[in-house]
């Protein structure tokens, strides 16, 4: 009896910690629906066995106790057939109800729905990129999604002269969906949003000095609001330099390294681009020309207190016009 | 004195001509390895720069390559020649005589006798277990460091690499120089005297295994002088090919350490295969010999595969070939695949040992026979078998073969069933006990609970729809430490405070021990169970910055880990003060049955004066009249005998 109270208090503290806590985040795709439902599925099950364990140890310990000068020896009991039988079945057919129940979720997981959204996505240290094939191959630093329609991401490691890059891993955790960009593969991920919002694209897997700044946003659109931006985005391709200028400076990831106010970026791993100013410009270069040569050969110039990792972007000669002219008045302007 | 004693104190006279004594420079020991570690340095470094100038290969004097070489590869070659660990080796290779029967470097009788290349079982295991537990201060504070950065969500103290480093040699230290062989310290001392054993099998090997730990350590200590362990403790290609340099520290201290761990797994099984005592069958063998037993097959089957993997991420790095590297073909997954193939093994290289202490610590202060032996000794040869299909379910995101996800998981889930199987089995052998919580029983107790939520969140991570959401994040960091820590680590704490006294002959400090567990208990669930909710809600682990939310949380953690830190201070009070002036030890101070406590505290230099005769099993606490075994004839209990010293 006392046994059975102690495994009910211990069940009931172990459900308020899981009911109270703010465990899992917001939920915002079908696929995270699934990976709930097996969560708290697991949660209980081991709510159940912990609650056995925790109260035979703890009342074993209050009624078996004995004082230190007690010589006595406990009932030489070597074992019982048909309880070890019990406790080899019971975990069984516990992890298998688990087992069943994620190989359902999964292969359910990786299917899509529909009309399927293809998008590429590139990493690389230490950026996102996604592009829309079917949306003229628009290219973008934030990953845009339509509320309600699969999504599927196909995903690679390289830079943009196709040289491949480490391991980075593609995470939001309103998803519930992860899974690691290989260099030399083309890994795949299923998405189906179910809710209009920001979320946090991270990179989950340790890939160099910037690995924790390699985050990018998930913006879920209505399908309205997504065909508008897949039309804006069309048209920003041939816009004035400066606007062009800031969609090169996030769409290559200049944004995870590098502070920019202008850009709303805050990256440390690089120098800091709000603080270029003429005098700290090495051989009486103009800045203009400083900043061309430093995105064209990032070795060029090595500011004390920074490594050289920045990688070479493939752009063509319009692109760094734009972007040199976005960065140095931005600067000048601080 | 009987006849039997005579005849077998005979066998250990000395023979042949003892060789003329030499100058303290040329003796085997430290003196000889402080000249002789340098002199094969030069050796190496004299080949690089002998076959690059014949190659005409520029620079000749290329630092990278003789550091590989000389520093890493011919230099520890030279320390282990200058200790004297080849020493009978050479001498019988040359042709001079040697004495077979020679124990002149047997047994401790100063202090200075630990600093010596040992053959004595005895004192092999206390030279593991003291270095082990060095390595684990030096770990531990890397952890303290750690904590001391992620206490801000900014970057405070160190530069990223540095940060990537401490928690990279904070593992690889935790694992491959304190826990793994933390285990095979205790078992060298513990495993022979159960089987009634005069020592192991071969003694010569059990002290080169020995010496080879000081010189992984060292090289991981050493890699924080040459940048470039930062790519966390899985050293994961092709990240680990592109860190700099001193990226091959930790690939070469990997091949010392795990040739550590085949040499005395080997020792281990002919061991307890050959030199069992009569009577011992393997029914009767206690329940840490059979823990050792499946350890040391996981061992000598598994850790090729991680020396394999780390010679193919050194020589990639150094000898420019393309295994991982794709561009030229290689296949990166193949590094996950073979790394895991030993890594997921090496769980269990890390935990059986400690199911063998926490069995032999419940049943002795529970005052009853373990329940379900047998079913304890199958259990643990499950976990071997299905030990080595459960390696990718570390990849279910990698992008492995989908198809590998299920099965994995099946295997996975599965593994579950033995390992509940024990923890049941220790729970039911409280029931009805006559249970003692003294401090080697608390730390058991300590383990099952803790371990009982390390599993259960590994049932978690096993299924896979929750593993794709978690893994990477701190709810695995929590895993590993609630099994690492919490499983391991209470264990080897438990086997310390169990054989304390029959290692050093003294008591440790009995309330001391107590405060030890308690802070340590409290403070390292404050530390850790936190992390699985940071993790399940998005915090990614190895990094140094982090998002503001989880601020308040991780000052919380960092706090209860500088307690953490600080509990084992207490521990290191304990046993340094105990050795030296704690009250002397009786043989026999938890009444225990197996063969260890029947000899004194500590035992004599050949552990058995007559070879003990195994009557019963090992755990018949509690059956009138029942022993496990008999030593010197009829008397049984001698407990009082005296060391032949």
Same mark, same amino acid.
């Given at each position: 009896?006392?046994?059975?109270?102690?495994?009910?208090?211990?069940?009931?503290?172990?459900?308020?910690?899981?009911?109270?806590?703010?465990?899992?985040?917001?939920?915002?795709?079908?696929?995270?629906?699934?990976?709930?439902?097996?969560?708290?599925?697991?949660?209980?099950?081991?709510?159940?066995?912990?609650?056995?364990?925790?109260?035979?140890?703890?009342?074993?310990?209050?009624?078996?106790?004995?004082?230190?000068?007690?010589?006595?020896?406990?009932?030489?009991?070597?074992?019982?057939?048909?309880?070890?039988?019990?406790?080899?079945?019971?975990?069984?057919?516990?992890?298998?109800?688990?087992?069943?129940?994620?190989?359902?979720?999964?292969?359910?997981?990786?299917?899509?729905?529909?009309?399927?959204?293809?998008?590429?996505?590139?990493?690389?240290?230490?950026?996102?990129?996604?592009?829309?094939?079917?949306?003229?191959?628009?290219?973008?630093?934030?990953?845009?999604?339509?509320?309600?329609?699969?999504?599927?991401?196909?995903?690679?490691?390289?830079?943009?002269?196709?040289?491949?890059?480490?391991?980075?891993?593609?995470?939001?955790?309103?998803?519930?969906?992860?899974?690691?960009?290989?260099?030399?593969?083309?890994?795949?991920?299923?998405?189906?949003?179910?809710?209009?919002?920001?979320?946090?694209?991270?990179?989950?897997?340790?890939?160099?000095?910037?690995?924790?700044?390699?985050?990018?946003?998930?913006?879920?659109?209505?399908?309205?609001?997504?065909?508008?931006?897949?039309?804006?985005?069309?048209?920003?391709?041939?816009?004035?330099?400066?606007?062009?200028?800031?969609?090169?400076?996030?769409?290559?990831?200049?944004?995870?390294?590098?502070?920019?106010?202008?850009?709303?970026?805050?990256?440390?791993?690089?120098?800091?681009?709000?603080?270029?100013?003429?005098?700290?410009?090495?051989?009486?270069?103009?800045?203009?020309?400083?900043?061309?040569?430093?995105?064209?050969?990032?070795?060029?110039?090595?500011?004390?207190?920074?490594?050289?990792?920045?990688?070479?972007?493939?752009?063509?000669?319009?692109?760094?016009?734009?972007?040199?002219?976005?960065?140095?008045?931005?600067?000048?302007?601080? | 004195?009987?006849?039997?004693?005579?005849?077998?104190?005979?066998?250990?006279?000395?023979?042949?001509?003892?060789?003329?004594?030499?100058?303290?420079?040329?003796?085997?020991?430290?003196?000889?390895?402080?000249?002789?570690?340098?002199?094969?340095?030069?050796?190496?470094?004299?080949?690089?720069?002998?076959?690059?100038?014949?190659?005409?290969?520029?620079?000749?004097?290329?630092?990278?390559?003789?550091?590989?070489?000389?520093?890493?590869?011919?230099?520890?070659?030279?320390?282990?020649?200058?200790?004297?660990?080849?020493?009978?080796?050479?001498?019988?290779?040359?042709?001079?005589?040697?004495?077979?029967?020679?124990?002149?470097?047997?047994?401790?009788?100063?202090?200075?006798?630990?600093?010596?290349?040992?053959?004595?079982?005895?004192?092999?295991?206390?030279?593991?277990?003291?270095?082990?537990?060095?390595?684990?201060?030096?770990?531990?504070?890397?952890?303290?460091?750690?904590?001391?950065?992620?206490?801000?969500?900014?970057?405070?103290?160190?530069?990223?690499?540095?940060?990537?480093?401490?928690?990279?040699?904070?593992?690889?230290?935790?694992?491959?120089?304190?826990?793994?062989?933390?285990?095979?310290?205790?078992?060298?001392?513990?495993?022979?005297?159960?089987?009634?054993?005069?020592?192991?099998?071969?003694?010569?090997?059990?002290?080169?295994?020995?010496?080879?730990?000081?010189?992984?350590?060292?090289?991981?200590?050493?890699?924080?002088?040459?940048?470039?362990?930062?790519?966390?403790?899985?050293?994961?290609?092709?990240?680990?090919?592109?860190?700099?340099?001193?990226?091959?520290?930790?690939?070469?201290?990997?091949?010392?350490?795990?040739?550590?761990?085949?040499?005395?797994?080997?020792?281990?099984?002919?061991?307890?295969?050959?030199?069992?005592?009569?009577?011992?069958?393997?029914?009767?063998?206690?329940?840490?010999?059979?823990?050792?037993?499946?350890?040391?097959?996981?061992?000598?089957?598994?850790?090729?595969?991680?020396?394999?993997?780390?010679?193919?991420?050194?020589?990639?790095? +150094?000898?420019?070939?393309?295994?991982?590297?794709?561009?030229?073909?290689?296949?990166?997954?193949?590094?996950?695949?073979?790394?895991?193939?030993?890594?997921?093994?090496?769980?269990?290289?890390?935990?059986?040992?400690?199911?063998?202490?926490?069995?032999?610590?419940?049943?002795?202060?529970?005052?009853?026979?373990?329940?379900?032996?047998?079913?304890?000794?199958?259990?643990?040869?499950?976990?071997?078998?299905?030990?080595?299909?459960?390696?990718?379910?570390?990849?279910?995101?990698?992008?492995?073969?989908?198809?590998?996800?299920?099965?994995?998981?099946?295997?996975?889930?599965?593994?579950?069933?033995?390992?509940?199987?024990?923890?049941?089995?220790?729970?039911?052998?409280?029931?009805?006990?006559?249970?003692?919580?003294?401090?080697?029983?608390?730390?058991?107790?300590?383990?099952?609970?803790?371990?009982?939520?390390?599993?259960?969140?590994?049932?978690?991570?096993?299924?896979?729809?929750?593993?794709?959401?978690?893994?990477?994040?701190?709810?695995?960091?929590?895993?590993?430490?609630?099994?690492?820590?919490?499983?391991?680590?209470?264990?080897?704490?438990?086997?310390?405070?169990?054989?304390?006294?029959?290692?050093?002959?003294?008591?440790?400090?009995?309330?001391?021990?107590?405060?030890?567990?308690?802070?340590?208990?409290?403070?390292?669930?404050?530390?850790?169970?936190?992390?699985?909710?940071?993790?399940?809600?998005?915090?990614?682990?190895?990094?140094?910055?982090?998002?503001?939310?989880?601020?308040?949380?991780?000052?919380?953690?960092?706090?209860?880990?500088?307690?953490?830190?600080?509990?084992?201070?207490?521990?290191?009070?304990?046993?340094?003060?105990?050795?030296?002036?704690?009250?002397?030890?009786?043989?026999?101070?938890?009444?225990?049955?197996?063969?260890?406590?029947?000899?004194?505290?500590?035992?004599?230099?050949?552990?058995?004066?007559?070879?003990?005769?195994?009557?019963?099993?090992?755990?018949?606490?509690?059956?009138?009249?029942?022993?496990?075994?008999?030593?010197?004839?009829?008397?049984?209990?001698?407990?009082?005998?005296?060391? +032949?010293?």
């Amino acid at each position: 009896m006392a046994l059975v109270s102690i495994a009910l208090v211990v069940a009931a503290a172990t459900t308020a910690i899981a009911y109270f806590v703010d465990w899992l985040p917001e939920q915002a795709s079908e696929e995270r629906r699934g990976m709930d439902l097996v969560f708290w599925v697991t949660v209980g099950i081991c709510i159940f066995v912990f609650s056995i364990v925790a109260s035979v140890s703890i009342y074993s310990g209050i009624k078996f106790r004995v004082r230190p000068d007690d010589d006595s020896d406990g009932p030489p009991i070597h074992g019982h057939t048909g309880i070890e039988i019990l406790w080899t079945a019971v975990p069984t057919t516990l992890v298998t109800i688990i087992a069943v129940l994620s190989a359902i979720v999964l292969a359910q997981n990786d299917r899509t729905k529909g009309d399927v959204l293809r998008v590429d996505v590139r990493a690389q240290q230490f950026a996102w990129e996604f592009s829309y094939p079917a949306q003229g191959n628009i290219k973008s630093a934030f990953l845009y999604l339509p509320v309600g329609r699969s999504t599927k991401l196909y995903m690679r490691s390289e830079h943009i002269d196709k040289t491949p890059d480490v391991i980075h891993s593609f995470w939001v955790p309103e998803f519930g969906q992860k899974q690691d960009v290989v260099p030399g593969e083309v890994t795949t991920l299923v998405i189906t949003p179910t809710r209009v919002g920001e979320y946090r694209v991270i990179c989950m897997e340790l890939c160099g000095l910037g690995h924790a700044l390699m985050r990018s946003r998930a913006i879920v659109l209505s399908e309205q609001d997504f065909a508008a931006w897949v039309r804006k985005q069309r048209q920003a391709a041939g816009g004035p330099p400066g606007e062009q200028g800031k969609t090169l400076f996030t769409s290559n990831g200049c944004n995870s390294c590098h502070t920019l106010t202008a850009a709303g970026a805050t990256g440390k791993v690089g120098p800091n681009l709000d603080k270029l100013d003429e005098e700290s410009i090495p051989g009486g270069k103009s800045l203009d020309e400083y900043v061309r040569e430093s995105i064209q050969n990032p070795s060029a110039y090595r500011r004390p207190g920074y490594s050289a990792q920045m990688p070479r972007f493939n752009l063509s000669k319009d692109q760094v016009d734009a972007l040199v002219t976005f960065i140095v008045e931005s600067a000048k302007k601080n | 004195m009987s006849t039997t004693e005579t005849t077998q104190a005979q066998v250990h006279v000395e023979h042949g001509a003892a060789p003329p004594p030499r100058h303290w420079a040329l003796r085997g020991g430290l003196a000889r390895a402080v000249w002789m570690t340098p002199l094969f340095f030069l050796i190496g470094m004299g080949i690089v720069v002998g076959l690059r100038a014949l190659a005409g290969w520029h620079p000749y004097l290329d630092w990278e390559v003789v550091i590989v070489v000389g520093g890493l590869t011919v230099a520890p070659i030279g320390f282990l020649a200058g200790v004297g660990t080849f020493d009978y080796w050479t001498r019988y290779a040359l042709g001079f005589p040697t004495r077979p029967e020679d124990h002149s470097s047997h047994g401790a009788y100063s202090w200075k006798d630990y600093f010596r290349v040992n053959t004595d079982h005895k004192v092999i295991g206390i030279q593991y277990v003291t270095t082990t537990i060095f390595f684990f201060l030096a770990g531990g504070l890397m952890a303290m460091l750690v904590r001391a950065e992620l206490a801000r969500p900014e970057t405070d103290f160190y530069d990223t690499q540095t940060y990537n480093q401490l928690f990279s040699v904070h593992a690889s230290l935790m694992i491959f120089l304190f826990v793994i062989p933390a285990f095979a310290g205790l078992a060298n001392f513990v495993v022979p005297l159960m089987l009634g054993a005069p020592d192991m099998a071969f003694p010569r090997l059990n002290a080169l295994s020995y010496w080879l730990l000081p010189i992984a350590g060292t090289m991981m200590l050493v890699s924080f002088f040459f940048p470039g362990f930062g790519a966390g403790w899985t050293n994961y290609a092709p990240l680990s090919v592109a860190q700099p340099f001193g990226n091959v520290f930790f690939s070469m201290a990997v091949q010392w350490a795990g040739a550590s761990s085949i040499m005395t797994a080997l020792n281990f099984l002919v061991t307890i295969i050959t030199m069992r005592a009569p009577g011992m069958t393997f029914w009767r063998m206690p329940l840490l010999v059979w823990a050792n037993f499946t350890t040391s097959l996981l061992v000598v089957i598994a850790t090729p595969f991680i020396a394999g993997s780390q010679f193919f991420v050194m020589f990639d790095k +150094v000898m420019h070939t393309n295994f991982f590297n794709v561009t030229e073909h290689g296949y990166v997954l193949g590094y996950q695949h073979i790394f895991w193939f030993y890594s997921h093994p090496a769980v269990y290289i890390m935990m059986l040992p400690g199911f063998g202490i926490a069995s032999e610590v419940i049943s002795t202060f529970s005052r009853k026979p373990i329940f379900g032996y047998r079913l304890m000794a199958l259990s643990l040869m499950a976990i071997l078998v299905l030990g080595f299909s459960v390696w990718a379910h570390h990849m279910f995101v990698s992008g492995m073969a989908p198809y590998l996800r299920v099965p994995m998981m099946v295997t996975t889930l599965l593994i579950a069933v033995p390992t509940g199987i024990k923890v049941f089995s220790w729970l039911a052998t409280l029931w009805e006990g006559r249970i003692h919580f003294g401090a080697p029983m608390l730390w058991a107790l300590g383990f099952v609970s803790m371990f009982v939520i390390g599993g259960l969140s590994g049932i978690m991570l096993g299924a896979v729809p929750i593993d794709i959401h978690v893994s990477d994040t701190y709810f695995i960091v929590a895993h590993i430490h609630y099994v690492l820590l919490g499983g391991s680590l209470f264990t080897i704490f438990a086997g310390i405070y169990y054989w304390f006294p029959k290692m050093t002959g003294r008591m440790y400090n009995e309330p001391l021990a107590k405060l030890h567990f308690w802070l340590t208990l409290v403070a390292f669930n404050a530390t850790f169970f936190p992390m699985h909710i940071i993790g399940v809600q998005g915090m990614p682990r190895r990094v140094a910055t982090y998002e503001d939310r989880f601020g308040d949380w991780n000052l919380f953690i960092s706090i209860s880990s500088f307690v953490l830190g600080a509990s084992f201070m207490i521990f290191v009070y304990n046993m340094i003060v105990s050795w030296r002036s704690g009250p002397p030890a009786p043989a026999n101070p938890w009444r225990g049955m197996t063969i260890e406590w029947l000899v004194s505290s500590p035992p004599p230099v050949f552990n058995f004066d007559a070879v003990p005769q195994v009557v019963g099993n090992p755990y018949e606490y509690g059956v009138p009249g029942a022993r496990h075994a008999i030593l010197n004839g009829d008397r049984a209990a001698v407990t009082e005998l005296e060391p +032949v010293r």
